[in-house]
């Protein structure tokens, strides 16, 4: 079992910038895939960045690339997404989550464990 817990949410202005952090716990394994996914009310969760834990290849969804940078330090077993110029766009809940599937996962369904959310509201 794997444990995510996230946080660093909240409230900012548009154009301004949050860093999300995800701790992770429990049977990590070597490996994995930890990806960072979000879900704005009335909208499906949907694919924003992944990092290999070991090789730090990273993939983004277009619409963040140049604004969240997704990095990872493996000594404290957490992730960060740094979210910059944020946009109303970007206001939704925010879910880390660990892949154990080849190659860098962006799928809902290539990943095995979740955390619980943090919301990031973003206003104008």
């Known amino acids: 079992q794997v444990q995510l817990v996230e946080s660093g949410g909240g409230l900012v202005q548009a154009g301004g910038s949050l860093r999300l952090s995800c701790a992770a716990s429990?049977?990590?394994?070597?490996?994995?895939?930890m990806g960072w996914f979000r879900q704005a009310p009335g909208k499906e969760r949907e694919f924003v960045a992944a990092?290999?834990?070991?090789?730090?290849?990273?993939r983004y969804v277009d619409s963040v690339k140049g604004r969240f940078t997704i990095s990872r330090d493996n000594a404290k077993n957490t992730v960060y997404l740094q979210m910059n110029s944020l946009e109303l766009e970007d206001t939704a809940v925010y879910y880390c989550a660990a892949s154990y599937r080849n190659g860098v996962a962006t799928k809902m369904d290539e990943y095995l464990y979740w955390g619980q959310g943090t919301q990031v509201t973003v206003s104008s």
């Open positions: 990092i290999r834990w070991i090789a730090g290849n990273t």
């Open positions: 429990g049977r990590i394994l070597s490996g994995p895939t």
